[in-house]
DNA sequence: CCATAATGTAACCATTGTAGTCACATATAC
DNA sequence: GTATATGTGACTACAATGGTTACATTATGG
């Protein structure tokens, strides 16, 4: 379970929220839905709280509600929220400085991932909540 | 160091083979380039070598060559015969089985997933080792 | 034929990131 | 005031990765 869940499980609570997007929803409901513990959603959605995508109420009656219309949440905005540990590939941790070619390498990698990452952000921002609730069915 | 470096290693060390395609070159010597374990580097060469893109000779004056130019081994090549955990993210391993909505978030995220994949792979495709060579400099 | 030098791999350890869980402070509704 | 939420810190469990050691295998070259 060492893959990166977090983006698709974020989706998924979203795509629950918006379903019913006239209800607060709990953390427990949605964890219902994901199968997993309602305190994995709750640090989850307040990722997505600080990103302005979500909005939370304390208390009875509490739980969260979206923040903006489903229509104006991209994937992209899900995607920068909640993947805080930067991009999709990584470069080797150390590297040898007195080599020549090692030295070079950083620089062109950066590169290649910078140019792999441009051309997924607008696939991302392609689709909204919206799209997803409206595949439900 | 929990990041997936791999494909960024692969790329390094087909880097360094092919700046001296004439010469063979130990896991050793790329090893020293790449500051890391030989044992790493033939772990990871060994899986490109399955895939083609490199050929080994054991013993004295053993080492790894490029099995094709340069030229012909496209990053797509090296992330197909590296990344075997399969794609850039990953769904959540559990769902409940009951909730309609969870039923078929399941679909709709794999076609996320596909149509992102799908976007980054000709820009993988079109950068070949060669060109990595290139600007090596 | 034997020493040397290399790959191929299995086995193991250390580190790290994620998920899951418990506990509890805080806030809200009725 | 009680019941019901979120927010968060602390902790455990687990899986993936990288690193290391060890050793079998294979090839070269005197």
Excluded: W
Excluded at 36 to 45: D, E, H
Excluded at 79 to 101: I, M, Q
């Amino acid at each position: 379970m060492a893959a990166n869940s977090k983006f698709a499980v974020a989706v998924h609570a979203l795509a629950v929220i918006a379903h019913h997007s006239d209800e607060r929803h709990t953390s427990r409901a949605i964890a219902g839905s994901v199968a997993t513990n309602p305190v994995v959603i709750r640090r989850l959605l307040s990722q997505l709280a600080k990103a302005g995508l979500v909005e939370s109420a304390h208390g009875a009656k509490g739980g969260f509600t979206l923040a903006k219309p489903a229509a104006r949440i991209t994937l992209l905005d899900v995607y920068h929220a909640v993947e805080d540990c930067g991009g999709l590939f990584a470069e080797h941790a150390k590297k040898n400085e007195k080599c020549p070619v090692a030295c070079r390498m950083s620089g062109i990698l950066k590169g290649v991932f910078a140019r792999v990452q441009s051309k997924i952000a607008p696939e991302l921002k392609r689709t909204s909540v919206a799209d997803i609730v409206s595949q439900l069915g």
